[in-house]
């Protein structure tokens, strides 16, 4: 049972069951923070597992990025428009992961 958004990527190679989620790599399991699309989406993959009657079975899920479909035009994309925010994000990500190594 995989949960993926690379839908080509993950039916080549054939697993028995895909929750498709149309989502920006990464987040397979939903929205961080989102704990109620987290849940939900856990539970149809359950469902499919259980349900499933066929190999190579994909279902594809119904939750939506709740910022649209603007998130393909803006992935992994840098330019001079967010080149510095995007920094100021990375320098914060690694303080903050340093302080929780250092507390234990």
């Not at 399991?29 to 359950?46: F, H, I, K, R």
């Not at 079975?57 to 925010?85: C, H, I, K, L």
Request: net charge negative; with cysteine; proline share 6%.
């Amino acid at each position: 049972m995989i949960i993926g958004s690379a839908r080509d990527i993950v039916e080549e190679c054939g697993v028995p069951r895909l929750l498709f989620v149309d989502f920006p790599l990464g987040n397979p399991c939903g929205e961080p923070g989102n704990v109620e699309m987290q849940a939900e989406l856990l539970d149809q993959a359950l469902t499919l597992l259980s349900t499933a009657v066929l190999p190579r079975t994909t279902t594809q899920s119904p939750f939506r990025w709740s910022g649209g479909d603007d998130w393909r035009e803006m992935y992994m994309r840098v330019d001079d428009s967010n080149r510095e925010a995007l920094l100021t994000a990375g320098r914060e990500r690694r303080a903050a992961q340093a302080a929780k190594r250092a507390n234990g």
